[in-house]
């Protein structure tokens, strides 16, 4: 096997462990367990973002707010991973603000639910579910689910 078949082999076994831990259902209940699922299927898919960033770019920008610096999903996975990697960070931090949010869950049907500032924490859809830290909001199925189904396809083209 060459270099670049070692490292599609490892990152199919990436994403089939994000697919696995996005179907569990974890991340859609209020459980002990749904921040550390989160949390790692972020560190795994900006693991693989990373990687194939080296030879194709993911870069839809889908229901993305390009805010702080992000251009595209690739970016907003790598502010996630940051922010929460580096508790002490300021990607914490809502913009314009000190006001520190850290692993907020807006439900479906929760709309415009937060005012800080200038910046709402908001999900503005009804079949989903919004992830925030900081002012980065990545959607469970318009993005993670989105990601870990797409993934492959992108993988196998390298």
């Known amino acids: 096997m060459d270099e670049i078949d070692l490292l599609k082999r490892e990152l199919v076994l990436e994403n089939q462990r994000c697919m696995e831990l996005y179907m569990s259902k974890v991340l859609e209940e209020d459980s002990l367990f ?3 699922v989160f949390i790692e299927v972020i ?9 194939l960033n080296n030879y194709c770019r993911v870069t839809w920008t889908d229901d993305i707010q390009l805010v702080g610096g992000i251009k595209d999903i690739t970016d907003l996975v790598n502010k996630l991973r940051n922010a929460i990697c580096h508790i002490d960070s300021k990607l914490n931090n809502l913009r314009e603000t000190t006001t520190k949010l ?3 869950i807006v439900r479906r049907g929760f709309i415009n639910t937060v005012k800080s500032g200038s ?3 908001r ?5 989903d579910i919004a992830f925030y830290y900081g002012e980065f909001r990545i959607y469970l199925k318009r ?3 989105r990601l870990v189904k797409e993934l ?3 993988i196998h083209s390298l």
């Open 34 to 36: 749904t921040q550390s």
């Open 152 to 154: 492959p396809r992108v």
């Open 123 to 127: 999900n503005d859809y009804n079949d």
């Open 143 to 145: 993005h993670i689910e």
């Open 43 to 51: 560190i795994r898919l900006n693991y693989i973002l990373q990687k």
């Open 102 to 104: 850290t692993f907020n």
């Open 119 to 121: 910046q709402k924490i």
